[in-house]
């Protein structure tokens, strides 16, 4: 048995689709397939055999041109792996439909995806939307929909491969200031007077940011914390974040990575999109206001001035939240 996962945005979707590729894979090999963006997140995936690479151009983000050349190339790039059976993973304001179709054009016999819209063929078992669910037992659904379930005692928790030892030595506390959608990220400044009253408090904060966060994270950073912006690979954020006693980040992937690892979180959320959904699935504790003005609105930049509903969080809360979760872990 060979079943195609598909999961085609950031590194903290492809995370959240963790459970559902278990469960996939105890029947046999898995392939996933997923954008550049979520490649380095499906490396770490349990149970995965092999990661496919393709940006799609009705989800990623800024889009690429809709090519005849591209989707023939990717049809034919489904058709060569020969799947037995495909599990279509969406967010609930995405369509599963135009892969599905490109999946019947490649001869995937059965295709199994979350629809609101009428399916007709391209489907074969439909899955209706439940806004209620959090997205991993949302994705999770669709694999027990398509006959695969966990195996005896997986508790369906966001898990990686064992992580590298980081270089850094504990006890530590980890602040990762950037967002890969700028609604919802808390302002440079304010993580950078959360970096200098974590120190104050007594812990040791190392700041973290990808290559082309460096500018953000020497800010944070500051004289008080330590810049580790641009110095660490996804693998090697993992086990730097297993090793911390908590991990300060907004809703991007990190928070994901961070509960994948089993350390608590102080989670900076956006109500651009829901917390019972998107909140790190497991120890955290939720700060910003979830009935600001911006709530649901999907929104990549803030529309609200001032960005009240992260910017009105204090360093002070995040300090207190901080000394809630030290010791917290699963």
């Known amino acids: 048995m060979r079943t195609l996962v598909a999961r085609l945005d950031n590194d903290g979707d492809v995370l959240l689709a963790g459970p559902a590729v278990r469960a996939a894979a105890q029947a046999g090999e898995v392939v996933l397939l997923c954008g550049h963006s979520g490649a380095q997140a499906a490396e770490l995936l349990p149970g995965v055999h092999r990661v496919v690479r393709w940006d799609c151009p009705w989800i990623t983000y800024p889009p690429p041109d809709v090519r005849t050349p591209d989707i023939e190339g990717i049809v034919a790039l489904l058709k060569g792996i020969r799947a037995d059976v495909a599990l279509v993973l969406t967010s609930f304001h995405q369509s599963p439909l135009p892969l599905a179709l490109l999946l019947k054009l490649a001869g995937v016999p059965k295709v199994v995806a979350r629809s609101t819209d009428y399916p007709g063929s391209l489907l074969d078992v439909r899955l209706r939307d439940d806004p209620e669910l959090p997205e991993a037992e949302r994705a999770l659904e669709v694999a027990r929909a398509a006959g695969f379930d966990l195996p ?179």
């Open 152 to 330: 005896p005692g997986d508790d369906g928790r966001l898990a990686v491969t064992t992580p590298p030892e980081p270089a850094e030595l504990g006890p530590y506390v980890v602040l990762h200031p950037g967002a890969s959608v700028p609604a919802r990220a808390w302002s440079p400044d304010r993580c950078a007077e959360a970096v200098t009253a974590l120190t104050e408090a007594g812990h040791r904060v190392l700041v973290t940011g990808g290559p082309n966060e460096t500018a953000l994270t020497r800010h944070v950073a500051g004289t008080r914390g330590v810049d580790l912006g641009g110095r660490t690979t996804f693998a090697e954020l993992a086990g730097l974040l297993a090793r911390a006693d908590a991990v300060v980040v907004g809703n991007t992937g990190p928070a994901h990575l961070a509960a994948a690892v089993g350390t608590p979180v102080v989670s900076l959320f956006s109500p651009v999109v829901p917390a019972h959904r998107w909140a790190p699935h497991g120890p955290h504790v939720l700060l910003g206001d979830q009935d600001a003005p911006c709530r649901d609105s999907r929104a990549r930049v803030c529309p609200v001035p001032g960005h009240p509903c992260l910017d009105r969080v204090t360093a002070d809360r995040v300090v207190t939240a901080v000394a809630d979760l030290v010791g917290v872990r699963t």
